[in-house]
């Protein structure tokens, strides 16, 4: 079965400063690799999403990820952090095939100090 | 507006008293599934459906009900709730399920059970 592993439960980083939170996935084939934010008070929106071709992939806020298959890893990554992107980051791994349910990571709670 | 509604968004409780939280979707989707999350514990899948009548557990299914009658409603029941079920409730719902589709989710229903 898949799982997905993040492994910094929280981040604090300053306003300006750059950013990468860490996602490393278990699946024996290609998965379907995706980050969503959690901003206080509010459900998840989806910043981003693999599923084949290009390896760094864009996302909506500015923010991109890097799928890496010989590190099982799908890093967030912005260059600039702002204020409002303070908020909860989820990384989920879905199988390419069969129907099976996302599995989502135990999130990583990022601070953003000025 | 495409979304995904929950209601009631805060709801406490006394244990063993029946109660039903409400999800809808006007995308025509047919995948419709909830989620808890707990601190430390990220999301955990309770009960998902395919497709109209068709519903599965999940990852976490003790202590809940659910149905689907349509294809926009997927509502939770909590036929007795305890106080290990006070938590953050999520409903989410994507065009399919698996092969990476987005899914899109609700704002959440804040439970407490005393």
């Known amino acids: 079965a898949q799982s997905v592993t993040q492994p910094d439960i929280h981040i604090t980083v300053s306003e300006g400063a750059s950013l990468e939170l860490r996602c490393n996935y278990s699946?024996?084939?290609?998965?379907?690799l995706f980050w969503y934010v959690q901003s206080p008070g509010q459900g998840l929106q989806l910043l981003l999403k693999?599923?084949?071709?290009?390896?760094l992939v864009q996302g909506i806020k500015g923010f991109e990820a890097e799928f890496k298959r010989s590190q099982s890893s799908f890093n967030l990554r912005k260059p600039s952090v702002h204020w409002s992107d303070a908020a909860e980051y989820f990384c989920a791994v879905g199988r390419n095939s069969g129907n099976t349910p996302l599995v989502f990571g135990k999130g990583t709670r990022l601070s953003v100090i000025a | 507006e495409a979304q995904v509604t929950q209601n009631p968004r805060y709801l406490i409780t006394v244990t063993g008293k029946k109660l039903t939280v409400t999800c809808s979707q006007n995308?025509?989707?047919?995948?419709m599934s909830w989620y808890r999350q707990d601190p430390g514990l990220g999301l955990r899948q309770i009960y998902y459906?395919?497709?109209?009548?068709?519903?599965d557990k999940g990852d976490v299914p003790e202590g809940y009900k659910v149905s689907r009658k349509e294809k926009r409603n997927f509502p939770l029941i909590l036929e007795s709730p305890s106080p290990n079920q006070t938590s953050l409730y999520f409903c989410?719902?994507?065009?399919?399920?698996?092969?990476?589709?987005?899914?899109?989710f609700g704002p959440g229903t804040r439970l407490t059970v005393t």
């Open positions: 459906s395919m497709n109209v009548e068709v519903t």
């Open positions: 699946y024996g084939a290609t998965p379907y």
């Open positions: 693999y599923f084949s071709g290009d390896t």
């Open positions: 995308m025509n989707h047919e995948y």
């Open positions: 989410a719902s994507s065009l399919e399920q698996g092969r990476g589709y987005e899914q899109y």
